[in-house]
């Protein structure tokens, strides 16, 4: 590992996020919230920390970068990012504690939305727009945009690309990595925009229309509202939000070749028919579920069932009912979902729909073995045979973040949360969802969970952020020998 090279691009990360907190920093002098001087003390106080780390590296020529430094830096560029993303919190008073401001900050940069916020209204709004800005920056992932300008620092981005997107297949849409991810975030800033005037045209004011669509875009789930989306109960703003949720949720390499001319892309991938298959019929089973017993209308128990279950299936975690309350179907759907996630390639979390297909068919492939031993199979997606080692690699995801998931769930039951609350935690901030059930359900927050637990949880965050291997592999002694 260089670490005079690890220190240079986090370095180049935190001065990035300190010139960020200029945006907060004009609105806050716009409107006169009141929070001006404490996003200014942020800038500089992340800048600067960001010039301290470039300089000493300013005399270190090498500009190698391995797979042990591509590591290293998008783990640690993730921990200072929340480091650094708590800081506006803490100087404007918004929040009283480190523990709770960067519990906060990371769970705004993974994208997960667990907020320890009892009341989200009560905050001055520059700072609700920075606690959207961090998810709008985790969304497409924070290194993914420094890889953009990793040409002018000297250095290839392969391996931090390889790090950080949410992939079992890198896919490069570009011969040049630095153009990939151009191409993705020009694509992420074009939805970004069409969302906010879609949600402008709703009448929602300009600053909500900001911050929902920061949030969604990154299948984050922060909202300026102590209702969430239910604060609006819009028919229409629900539609916009479900249909960009959607949009966030698929693989952005679909995107781009839509946009390109390929408008057979969607249709012809299966895991986009596998991924709308599943929640048309998540959906469809929680309408009949909740019709009777929760909603006296079909045309509601369709619209909060459209909503909840594409809010969990791509971890946005936006809400616009109590579905703590629903039937308990209908609950372990969307705990469910939770699980299952987004597509590869996209801004959602969780385990992830090709994961599951190819693990589907894997598993197929041994029983038809075990039936015909001489049989030469290979398992297929799209036509291509799946390399050994990527199935290999998805077995070892799945053992991994099993392994955490119950680790984790069994020590937070220990600090004693109730069986429920503890396991949908751990399964909301592992895979980047935000609410879960019963003490962390859609009308509530994370404020009551213990000291301990929020630390347990935010490690939770990052491992699940970071697809588990990314970080995990920083614990082997053998990655720290030479």
């Known amino acids: 590992?260089?670490?005079?090279?690890?220190?240079?691009?986090?370095g180049s990360l935190a001065f990035f996020l300190g010139i960020s907190m200029a945006a907060p920093l004009a609105v806050s002098l716009i409107i006169e919230d009141g929070a001006a001087s404490a996003h200014l003390y942020s800038l500089a106080i992340t800048c600067g920390s960001g010039l301290i780390l470039l300089l000493p590296s300013k005399w270190n020529k090498d500009t190698h970068l391995s797979h042990r430094d591509g590591v290293a830096i998008v783990t640690f560029g993730w921990i200072a990012a929340g480091l650094f993303g708590a800081v506006p919190f803490l100087l404007s008073g918004s929040i009283d504690t480190f523990t709770n401001a960067y519990f906060e900050s990371l769970s705004g940069f993974t994208t997960t939305g667990a907020s320890i916020l009892t009341d989200i209204e009560k905050l001055p709004e520059s700072?609700?727009?920075?606690?959207?800005?961090?998810?709008w920056f985790g969304g497409m992932g924070i290194?993914?945009?420094?890889?953009?300008?990793l040409p002018f620092l000297g250095v290839g981005g392969m391996q931090l690309y390889k790090a950080e997107i949410p992939s079992p297949v890198v896919d490069k849409l570009k011969p040049r990595i630095s153009d990939t991810a151009r191409a993705l975030w020009k694509i992420y800033i074009l939805l970004t925009a069409l969302q906010i005037v879609l949600l402008l045209l709703g009448g929602m004011p300009v600053l909500d229309a900001i911050n929902h669509t920061f949030c969604t875009m990154p299948t984050g789930g922060f909202s300026p509202k102590n209702a969430s989306i239910a604060h609006y109960n819009s028919a229409y703003v629900d539609l916009?939000?479900?249909?960009?949720?959607?949009?966030?949720?698929?693989?952005?390499?679909?995107?781009?070749?839509?946009?390109?001319?390929?408008?057979?892309?969607?249709?012809?991938d299966a895991e986009f028919r596998v991924f709308t298959g599943l929640i048309a019929f998540f959906i469809l089973a929680v309408t009949i579920n909740i019709y009777?017993?929760?909603?006296?209308?079909?045309?509601?128990?369709?619209?909060?069932a459209s909503f909840q279950v594409t809010s969990m299936i791509t971890t946005t975690g936006f809400v616009t009912a109590d579905y703590d309350r629903w039937p308990s179907l209908s609950r372990q759907i969307l705990l469910l979902c939770m699980f299952l996630g987004g597509m590869a390639g996209s801004t959602g979390g969780g385990i992830k729909i090709m994961r599951l297909m190819l693990l589907?068919?894997?598993v197929y492939q041994e029983i038809f073995r075990i039936i015909h031993p001489h049989a030469v199979t290979a398992v297929k997606l799209g036509g291509r045979s799946v390399p050994t080692e990527v199935l290999n690699s998805i077995w070892g995801f799945v053992f991994l973040s099993l392994a955490l998931?119950?680790?984790?769930?069994?020590?937070?039951?220990?600090?004693?949360?109730?069986?429920?609350?503890?396991?949908s935690s751990v399964s909301a901030c592992i895979f980047n969802v935000g609410p879960g059930l019963a003490l962390v359900g859609p009308v509530q927050n994370y404020a009551a969970i213990p000291l301990a637990g929020k630390w347990i949880l935010a490690f939770c965050m990052l491992v699940g952020r970071l697809e588990f291997y990314t970080v995990m592999i920083l614990l082997f002694p053998e990655y720290w020998r030479k």
């Open 240 to 268: 916009v939000v479900i249909v960009f949720m959607l949009l966030a949720g698929i693989n952005f390499s679909l995107h781009y070749r839509f946009l390109h001319g390929d408008f057979m892309s969607f249709t012809r």
């Open 292 to 304: 009777g017993p929760v909603y006296d209308s079909l045309g509601k128990a369709l619209r909060y």
């Open 127 to 135: 700072v609700l727009l920075w606690r959207s800005i961090i998810q």
């Open 360 to 362: 589907a068919k894997h």
């Open 143 to 149: 290194i993914v945009l420094s890889i953009a300008i």
């Open 405 to 423: 998931f119950i680790a984790a769930a069994l020590t937070m039951a220990a600090l004693g949360l109730d069986m429920v609350s503890a396991f």
């Open 1 to 10: 590992m260089h670490p005079w090279l690890v220190l240079r691009l986090v």
